[in-house]
């Protein structure tokens, strides 16, 4: 499926802020690029929304054209009853 790059350059910006660090020495935080592919590739090519949770932080806050997003629990809502692509 094709991406709308204009409909979700405002959620790349959010996301590329709003990774989530690894706390553990072990578990390097990982890169905002990786995140970010993670980001489209799954949740918006790929409709994975279950792994929301391991690449935004509880306090994302995502401006959309439609909305303003606020945390997880409401990030998943919006995905769960938009079409993503």
Known sequence: MKIVANAHWLSLVVLLFSCT???????????????????????????????LDEILRPDVVMRRPEQTINGIAEARAFFEGAPLC
């Open 21 to 51: 660090a690894a706390t553990a020495a072990e578990n390097p935080a990982p890169r905002a690029e990786d995140v970010v592919l993670r980001y489209f590739k799954q949740v918006l090519d790929g409709q994975n929304i279950s792994i």
